[in-house]
């Protein structure tokens, strides 16, 4: 199992810690591109890959994501098929 399948399998396991830099190795792994357009983003990101938005905010002060964007994001991906 290689680095990308093991944090697939880790994702869909819902995890509580799982940060925004993980998830940004993750996205870019399947080929997304981040997008951070204009000075009034703020910490707001979108990833996108053939159509297929994900929008994040950066979170801050903490370093995880909270549950329900992990929620989303595997609800997204595997929607999609690309997980």
Known sequence: M???DK???WLRSNPK???FEEMKSL???LEFK???QGKTSGSRVRFIK???P???HKPHPRKELLEYQVKQIIETLEGENLI
């Open 54 to 56: 994900i929008i994040l």
């Open 34 to 36: 981040m997008s951070n």
């Open 7 to 9: 944090m697939i399998a």
């Open 27 to 29: 996205l870019e792994a």
């Open 17 to 19: 810690d799982f940060t």
């Open 50 to 52: 053939d159509g297929v």
């Open 2 to 4: 290689g680095k990308l």
